[in-house]
């Protein structure tokens, strides 16, 4: 497998979600690791804005070639922007997975994104699952 990205500045999940906080509000997106094992990504279900999500709730779907697998939200919020983009040119993911986000979630509960891993300790938890 081709080396990973594993950026710094994000936060990981055990689920392969990344989330980039800014203020109250974070990004959310699925790990270099995710995408690749997923294959060519064709279609992202997502969820409606203003849905509100508890941490480690299934909120859409993410099909690939070879799969279809749930997404979860890794903390608790209300989603207040979804990617758009990503209904038509669901690839963009593949391509760039760390700017291609699937949400925005405004979060209350800044514990839980303390409990995610940081790219340090992703990096070994995905190194133990090979």
């Known amino acids: 497998m081709a ?10 999940s055990e689920k392969h979600e990344w989330v980039k906080v800014e203020g ?15 294959g060519d990504i064709v279609f992202i279900e997502l969820p409606e804005v ?6 480690e709730e299934s909120f859409g779907t993410i099909e690939s070639v070879k799969a279809v ?4 939200a890794p903390v608790s919020g209300t989603v207040v922007a979804v990617n758009s983009d990503l209904d038509t040119e669901p690839a963009k993911v593949n391509e760039d997975c760390y700017s291609a986000w699937i949400l925005k979630l405004k979060y209350d509960k800044p514990e839980e994104v303390d409990k995610l891993m940081d790219a340090g300790a992703y990096g070994k938890f ?3 699952l090979d």
């Open 24 to 38: 109250d509000t974070l990004f959310l997106g699925i790990t270099d690791y995710a995408q690749s094992n997923l």
């Open 50 to 55: 203003d849905r509100e999500l508890e941490a």
């Open 126 to 128: 995905v190194a133990s």
């Open 69 to 72: 697998d749930d997404l979860y």
């Open 3 to 12: 080396e990973l990205k594993i950026p710094e500045g994000y936060k990981y």
